[in-house]
């Protein structure tokens, strides 16, 4: 079993839509968690961080379940811009990221 | 301020032979992070380096990998004796110390090899 898990997608949503993607880890020691994104055959940037209280920056919210091991990430009003893939990231320890294999999101005029 | 380069951004090589790949981080940041992608795929951990040392070594995926970084700035990976299954995009990343989740990565090097 992944470290960290997604489901790969693609989603394909209209422009408008709101759009859910969830995330699973395995270590119920991690600490700390993390969203980023990574458009086609360009580098990973980060997103946002993930709090237990949640977060949200604009049209993007983040949650996280610490009992169920699980993240989720929100986008309302779905841009053409916001298509690219996301990666759930989990910190265990140290400087050690452990990246998910990413969802792949496609918004559609 | 400039961000992460490397070098090649491309390298096409055949099977055997040795190949050298270079990351520049971001000036004033002491962590150093490679990976690698391939296709389809997430990213998988190499190496990561605090400094010029090296605590964490666990995903080199074989003896043929390495990576040493000197002056606390530039870092080379080599890999000996490629193999058509290390062909994937090989990425490097920076990061503050203690901002270890904000890593800066650089357009990676995209290695094929024949």
């Known amino acids: 079993r992944k470290e960290v898990e997604q489901d790969p997608g693609p989603f394909n949503v209209p422009e408008g839509a709101t759009v859910a993607f969830n995330c699973t880890y395995s270590?119920?020691?991690?600490?700390?968690f993390f969203w980023y994104r990574q458009d086609c055959r360009k580098e990973p940037k980060l997103l946002m961080s993930?709090?237990?209280s949640g977060n949200e920056d604009g049209r993007f919210t983040a949650q996280l379940n610490r009992a169920s091991q699980y993240i989720s990430l929100l986008i309302r009003d779905s841009k053409l811009s916001d298509s690219a893939t996301y990666l759930c990231?989990?910190?265990?320890?140290?400087?050690?990221?452990?990246f998910g294999g990413g969802t792949r999101l496609m918004v559609k005029p | 301020g400039a961000g992460v380069s490397q070098s090649p951004s491309n390298k096409v090589t055949e099977k055997g032979k040795d190949v050298e790949l270079r990351c520049d981080p971001i000036s004033g940041h002491t962590a150093l992070y490679w990976y690698r992608q391939s296709l389809g795929q997430g990213l998988e951990f190499l190496i990561y380096?605090?400094?010029?040392?090296?605590?964490?070594k666990s995903g080199l995926p074989s003896d043929r990998f390495s990576a040493e970084r000197t002056g606390g700035s530039v870092s080379t990976l080599t890999i000996q004796r490629t193999q058509q299954e290390d062909s994937a995009v090989y990425l490097c990343?920076?990061?503050?110390?203690?901002?270890?989740?904000?890593?800066?990565f650089g357009p990676g090097t995209r290695l094929t090899v024949t």
């Open positions: 990231v989990v910190n265990n320890a140290g400087n050690m990221l452990t």
């Open positions: 380096f605090q400094g010029n040392s090296a605590p964490d």
């Open positions: 270590n119920s020691a991690s600490q700390s």
């Open positions: 990343a920076s990061s503050l110390s203690h901002r270890a989740y904000e890593q800066y």
């Open positions: 993930v709090y237990s």
